[in-house]
T-cell receptor, first 115, second 115 residues
């Protein structure tokens, strides 16, 4: 089945550790890619997005993601996490080439950062 | 910019009654709005896509007669859960985008509890 996979459901890190959250999708052709974050008690916020161009995308709060077309991946990275990064992170794909106009979400990764 | 609100944030109703949830784009015009459902500790599942002035497109398995969607203006979409039952209890989230395949901006969600 067509899907978006986030490999880690729970990640626990200490402050200043580096973060990489995996995201793979199974849609071929042109896709728009997104990472959203949901802080405790808050709504989904856009971290970053990729539509075209440079496959290394910079987002807010020091996050970045790299689109690797050959691997169908869009992994999220941050070199040094902070306690305030504790949140749930969702990868989402809009599979344009299939004529869709909708986001397919991954299951989410819950990140806990300890001081 | 790109703020989306939902009202109410929480609603409790009796089984058999209908509940209306509003989604508004506060600082932009949204040609397309989306309605999602999020189960506890799970990802967002798209229920339907609505374009201003036209009928909503429902995802497979979503009952259109039970979940009535109206997108009467470029800043307002409503979801009405008709004859609600306890299994309809969930977190309902809307999103809005300026153009059909543009970035989606999410509302804070509405928690529906059906007794």
């Amino acid at each position: 089945a067509q899907s978006v996979s986030q490999h880690n459901h729970h990640v626990i890190l200490s402050e200043a550790a580096s973060l990489e959250l995996g995201c793979n999708y199974s849609y071929g052709g042109t896709v728009n890619l997104f990472w959203y974050v949901q802080y405790p008690g808050q709504h989904l916020q856009l971290l970053l997005k990729y539509f075209s161009g440079d496959p290394l995308v910079k987002g807010i709060k020091g996050f970045e993601a790299e689109f690797i077309k050959s691997k169908f991946s869009f992994n999220l990275r941050k070199p040094s996490v902070q306690w305030s990064d504790t949140a749930e992170y969702f990868c989402a794909v809009n599979p344009l080439s299939r004529g869709y106009n909708k986001l397919i979400f991954g299951a989410g990764t819950r990140l806990a950062v300890h001081p | 910019g790109a703020v989306v609100s939902q009202h109410p944030s929480r609603v409790i109703c009796k089984s058999g009654t209908s509940v209306k949830i509003e989604c508004r784009s506060l600082d932009f015009q949204a040609t397309t709005m989306f309605w999602y459902r999020q189960f506890p500790k799970q990802s967002l599942m798209l229920m339907a896509t609505s374009n201003e002035g036209s009928k909503a497109t429902y995802e497979q398995g979503v009952e259109k007669d039970k979940f009535l969607i109206n997108h009467a203006s470029l800043t307002l979409s409503t979801l009405t859960v008709t004859s609600a039952h306890p299994e309809d209890s969930s977190f309902y989230i809307c999103s809005a985008s300026r153009l059909a395949q543009d970035t989606q901006y999410f509302g804070p969600g509405t928690r529906l509890t059906v007794l």
